[in-house]
């Protein structure tokens, strides 16, 4: 066998439909169905979308069309508005599609957990012998930490769905600060008379939802009722070294998602389509994609710095960008902020202190 992928979400489905064309593919799954347990939010940017239906029906999961976003300071005393295309989808089918798209291209097997000695695999109902392994089996990855590869660290997230009052139900909303997350942001995304309203932090999470839902200036005037759905997952923290000479990692075994969002779909999307390209180079993978996608995950990072700023920088930092026109910034890509550079710099030209601040902190 050519390869063994491990882990039928999204990154082992695309991995197996691209490398099932030209090479003999098994892919493992070990529960009974993809996309379970619910670990992403389902917003995706519509040229994700755009690319996704190039490998399966992907219109039959979508959700929810989204014009743009309502970014709240922590007070929620200034909000940003940012304009961008974007849809929701259901992950659970969107993964059960993409699965059953690589079912075509591949040898599949579910609810088989398989264990390493060597490059054989074995599960409960079969033993195999793979050229190539490609670890796309999640944060804890048993790849990853069979084969010693680094572990990429992980924030927590919590969502629940829940009646809502959106502002505007193409919007999704984003706040910021101390009250709502230790280090990330909390956010509602509209579905109908519904929205997915989630916290992602690196502790206690479910306090941090718990104070959006009941404290939140604008929030908690727009909950209505109870918990109707209730999502716990990981995301990673930061992308590690995901390549060796007969072993490989895809998705968030190696830490793919956007730093500033934790949205991973369009990430791996590019690493299935760079490991098609490089295979059986497994290492030539890992230099196409950096190739790629290096200055996103660089940008991404000093991004994500801002949203662990104290309530009083942010707020400045908000105040500052009243009415900042975000065309030509894309939510896949962060680098592409270098456009607004003179933009932001004589905005802040006129608060050196905040100014410094950011200098000393993100540099």
Same mark, same amino acid.
């Given at each position: 066998? $050519?390869?063994?992928?491990?882990? =039928? ?9 691209? !490398?099932?064309?030209?090479?003999? +593919? ?8 993809? &996309? ?31 014009? =743009? ?12 508005? &940012? ?10 089918? !969107?993964?059960?599609?993409? *699965? ?6 591949? $040898? +599949? ?9 060597? #490059?054989? @695999? ?10 190539? @392994? ?29 009646? #809502? ?18 280090? *990330?942001?909390?956010?509602?995304? /509209? ?33 209505? &009722?109870?918990? @109707?759905? !209730? ?8 992308? +590690? ?13 190696? &830490? ?42 660089? #940008? ?8 662990? #700023? ?15 026109? *975000? ?6 890509? /962060?680098?592409?902020? @270098? ?6 710099? !004589? ?17």
């Amino acid at each position: 066998m $050519d390869a063994a992928i491990v882990g =039928g979400g999204p990154a082992g489905s695309l991995a197996a439909i691209l !490398l099932g064309k030209r090479y003999d +593919v098994a892919l493992f799954e070990e529960h009974q169905t993809p &996309g379970f347990p619910v670990q992403c939010a389902g917003l995706i940017s519509d040229n994700c979308y755009r690319k996704l239906k190039e490998y399966c029906n992907a219109k039959k999961a979508l959700e929810n069309r989204v014009k =743009g976003a309502f970014f709240f300071s922590p007070s929620a005393s200034v909000t940003l508005e &940012g304009r961008g295309e974007a849809v929701v989808v259901e992950r659970k089918l !969107l993964d059960a599609l993409l *699965f059953e798209r690589a079912a075509e291209r591949a $040898d +599949v097997f579910v609810k088989e957990k398989v264990k390493f000695y060597g #490059f054989k @695999i074995r599960t409960s109902l079969r033993e195999l012998l793979a050229e190539k @392994i490609i670890g796309a089996d999640g944060v804890n990855s048993t790849v990853s930490r069979h084969f010693k590869f680094p572990k990429p660290g992980f924030f927590t997230a919590v969502q629940a769905e829940m009646r #809502f009052e959106a502002l505007d139900e193409e919007y999704v909303e984003l706040y910021f600060g101390e009250k709502w997350s230790d280090s *990330f942001f909390a956010y509602a995304i /509209p579905l109908g008379d519904t929205a997915r309203i989630g916290v992602v932090s690196r502790s206690n999470p479910m306090q941090y939802l718990k104070n959006l839902v009941e404290k939140h200036p604008s929030v908690s005037g727009r909950v209505k &009722g109870s918990v @109707i759905e !209730l999502n716990i997952g990981a995301i990673p923290e930061r992308l +590690v070294k995901f390549s060796k000479e007969k072993v490989a990692l895809i998705g968030d075994s190696a &830490g793919m998602v956007k730093p500033y969002t934790g949205g991973g779909l369009y990430y791996l999307l590019v690493a299935a389509e760079k490991l098609a390209e490089s295979f059986p180079n497994l290492r030539e993978y890992e230099k196409r994609y950096l190739s790629e996608m290096k200055n996103e995950y660089r #940008f991404g990072y000093l991004v994500r710095k801002l949203y662990s #700023f104290p309530d009083e920088k942010l707020e400045q930092l908000f105040s500052a960008m009243s009415d900042f026109d *975000f065309a030509g910034v894309h939510m896949d890509s /962060p680098s592409t902020l @270098i456009r607004k550079v003179t933009d932001v710099s !004589l905005r802040l030209l006129n608060r050196p202190s905040l100014a410094f601040y950011l200098l000393k902190n993100l540099i």
